[in-house]
């Protein structure tokens, strides 16, 4: 099994920065990639980005030249900055760790990031 703690939200100005951060703990060495995805109210969980084993990133149309990706492949660490941030990126953010070997998805419960003035 495979634990994620997500830490770093809060409430931001638009235009303004913060950092998430995802730490797995426990079988971490069944972990294949990492991403964060995120859920407005009203709508369905979407990808936001990704981070390899192999230090691959991956990013969503929507955030690409905003947010940057970061990890550690060996602590199974992973941080989100986000800068330029605009009201419509008002969500909970969840970080993703996946498996090929079990072929499953762990999900950390979410930290709340609101954009507004």
């Known amino acids: 099994q495979v634990q994620l703690v997500e830490s770093g939200g809060g409430l931001v100005q638009p235009g303004g920065s913060l950092r998430l951060s995802c730490a797995a703990s426990?079988?971490?060495?069944?972990?294949?990639?990492m991403s964060w995805y995120r859920q407005a109210p009203g709508k369905q969980r979407e990808f936001v980005a990704m981070f390899t084993n192999v230090g691959k990133t991956n990013y969503a149309d929507s955030v690409k030249g905003r947010f940057t990706v970061s990890g550690d492949n060996n602590k199974k660490t992973m941080d989100l900055q986000m800068n330029g941030l605009k009201p419509e990126d008002t969500a909970v953010y969840y970080c993703?760790?996946?498996?090929?070997?079990?072929?499953?998805?762990?999900w950390g419960q979410g930290t709340q990031v609101t954009v507004s003035s």
């Open positions: 993703n760790a996946f498996s090929a070997l079990f072929v499953k998805d762990y």
């Open positions: 426990g079988s971490i060495f069944t972990i294949d990639t």
